[in-house]
């Protein structure tokens, strides 16, 4: 992503931020286990955008700790109030999609920041976007613990949020490891009320793209998309109105491979447009003759679909690598 922004002015929206100021997370009692739950939960909910940042980091290094976290944070809370001020049509479709309502959201959490975004500053609109994916990741886990009675608190998981953006987390990583383990295996128990395969896909599909984001080398967009580059290309990016020609490997994140352009000996071309959200947005980051990795949440594959005669289960992560071949090839 190439992101075009001066200087000035994300120093100017960070300056108003901590002038506007708002109420800081509740103190929060890690030997409680619903407290530590959440707190864990919200540390982790940063290992998928950290490449993104130190990668923003790298062209706009004067951007500091104090800017980013005053950005993401206020995202991420305003999300969890289910009130985005960005992107809105989209958000609230994600959260529609997914069931979550005030019904369902967290409870005790810090009241909404105010703040005003300086005109035309992409990196403060990106980060924010980002803090708001993060807390939908988050509600998602919150409403599937809900059928267990293991729901999280908005306080203790803003605080884990917060605290892991500043550098300042109250966890080990190996402590936040192990209360994942925790949580997936209380949203993987048999429940009545609980939707059995949701439940582990979505959990293990979740931890899949924790710890695969925190690989050297993967980027994570602003919609959840992870990609790693196997190799450049040099030639043209293609728009979601091309055609576009490529070789793929599709798997799951158990290594089971479900179809491959490359078994059957043969290229496929298909209009950019209509397949996969995933693959949309994937193959337009791509040149011509670039290999990439992606790993697809699934909201952006196929979502509560079974696909593969079975193989891609509902709410599973899918693996490709592909080879983006050509743009709108002859017939």
């Known amino acids: 992503m190439k992101l075009m922004i001066k200087f000035f002015s994300v120093v100017t929206l960070a300056v108003a931020l901590v002038a506007c100021g708002g109420q800081a997370p509740e103190e929060v009692n890690l030997s409680d286990e619903q407290d530590l739950r959440s707190y864990a939960v919200g540390a982790a909910s940063l290992r998928e955008a950290q490449q993104l940042i130190d ?43 997914r069931g979550i309502t005030e019904e369902n959201m967290l409870s005790d959490l810090p009241e909404i920041m105010e703040y005003t975004p300086a005109e035309d500053d992409e990196v403060g609109e990106m980060l ?36 892991s953006v500043a550098g300042e987390s109250r966890l080990t990583d190996e402590e936040i490891d192990e209360q994942w383990e925790i949580i997936r295996d209380t949203l993987t128990q048999t429940s009545e ?12 599909g979740v931890r899949f793209q924790q710890q695969n984001a925190a690989r050297e080398g993967v980027m994570v967009t602003d919609s959840g998309l992870q990609y790693e580059v196997l190799r450049e290309g040099d030639g043209e990016r293609p728009t979601a109105q091309d055609r576009v020609e490529v070789h793929y490997q599709g798997s799951l994140i158990s290594g089971e491979i479900f179809d491959s352009s490359y078994d059957r000996g043969e290229t496929t071309t298909f209009p950019l447009n209509r397949v996969i959200p995933g693959w949309t947005e994937g193959l337009q980051l791509m040149q011509v003759g670039a290999k990439y990795r992606f790993v697809i ?27 983006l071949l050509s743009i709108n090839p002859e017939e």
């Open 193 to 204: 009320n609980a939707d059995e395969p949701m439940s582990e896909n979505l959990a293990i």
């Open 297 to 323: 949440p699934a909201e952006l594959a196929y979502g509560a679909s079974e696909r593969a005669d079975g193989l891609i289960q509902p709410y599973s992560t899918l693996i490709f690598e592909v080879e």
């Open 128 to 163: 924010y976007t980002l803090g708001a994916y993060m807390g939908v990741q988050v509600l998602t886990i919150h409403d599937l613990l809900l059928d267990q009675e293991k729901g999280l608190t908005g306080a203790a998981v803003i605080a884990g949020f917060s605290d």
């Open 55 to 97: 990668n923003v980091l790298e062209e706009f290094p004067d951007l500091d700790n104090a800017e980013k976290q005053n950005i993401m944070v206020i995202g991420f809370i305003d999300l969890l109030h289910l009130s985005p001020r960005a992107e809105m049509e989209r958000f609230q479709f994600e959260l529609e999609n």
